[in-house]
């Protein structure tokens, strides 16, 4: 999987929204971004994927810059149930073969 | 979206002796299942990715035979930590992937936290 850069930690407060920006400068055509994020204690969960369109879901959105290089996780009202870990990560097209490759993930802490 | 379960979600055990972990899928047949091992802070490590009826394909420096894994169904795989001791507790996290979905995305069961005396 290409690689992916993203902040160690950020901060926010609740009720706000939150940018989580993710760097994939090696993006291939047919790499997928993911998002997920692992609660303390817990397995991670997924949030959101897309390919080149910007995707808005029940969690959040997405947005994937013009060249694909960058995205921007979009959290609309933070709670502090969203404090988490969010991982950005690239998974190639029908890649339900491999495992995915976990980067470090920023960690996000909503203050009240 | 679809469910994977873990069990035990907390286990703890005297070193030397083996503990076996399960994940299964509850709402879907799930034809690869895939284990990963994350320590406190860290990041998580895939150790291994398991098709249904057939041997377990293991990362580099992951012993196949302290960390035995099964996958005899579509709905169930088998992680065993053999002769476990004290470096061998960690956060073991399971995750699976069905047909249904092109893009690969992939579902996590909760974990199971061993400690290892």
């Known amino acids: 999987d290409a690689k992916t850069t993203q902040p160690n930690s950020m901060e926010s407060n609740e009720e706000e929204p939150v940018h989580l920006p993710c760097n994939h400068s090696?993006?291939?055509?047919?790499?997928?971004i993911h998002w997920y994020r692992q609660l303390p204690s817990q397995g991670p969960e997924y949030v959101i994927h897309?390919?080149?369109s910007n995707v808005n879901n029940r969690m959040a959105s997405l947005a994937i810059a013009e060249d694909r290089k960058s995205s921007t996780l979009i959290l609309h009202r933070a709670t502090l149930r969203d404090a988490a870990v969010y991982y950005c990560?690239?998974?190639?097209?029908?890649?339900?073969?491999?495992?995915?490759?976990f980067g470090k993930g920023t960690h996000l802490i909503i203050q009240p | 979206g679809a469910v994977v379960s873990q069990h035990p979600s907390r286990v703890i055990c005297k070193s030397g002796t083996s503990v076996k972990i399960e994940c299964r899928s509850l709402?879907?047949?799930?034809?690869?299942m895939f284990w990963y091992r994350q320590f406190p802070k860290k990041s998580l490590m895939l150790m291994a990715t398991?098709?249904?009826?057939?041997?377990?394909?293991?990362e580099q420096g992951v012993e196949k035979d302290k960390f035995l894994i099964n996958h005899a169904s579509l709905t169930l795989s088998t992680l065993t930590v053999t002769s476990a001791h004290p470096e061998d507790s960690s956060f073991y996290i399971c995750?699976?992937?069905?047909?249904?979905?092109?893009?690969?995305?992939?579902?996590f069961g909760e974990g199971s936290r061993l400690t290892v005396l």
């Open positions: 990560i690239l998974r190639v097209s029908g890649g339900g073969a491999d495992g995915l490759t």
């Open positions: 897309g390919l080149t």
């Open positions: 709402d879907f047949q799930a034809t690869t």
């Open positions: 090696t993006i291939s055509g047919t790499d997928y």
């Open positions: 995750s699976a992937s069905g047909t249904f979905s092109d893009t690969g995305e992939l579902f």
């Open positions: 398991s098709n249904e009826g057939s041997k377990a394909t293991y």
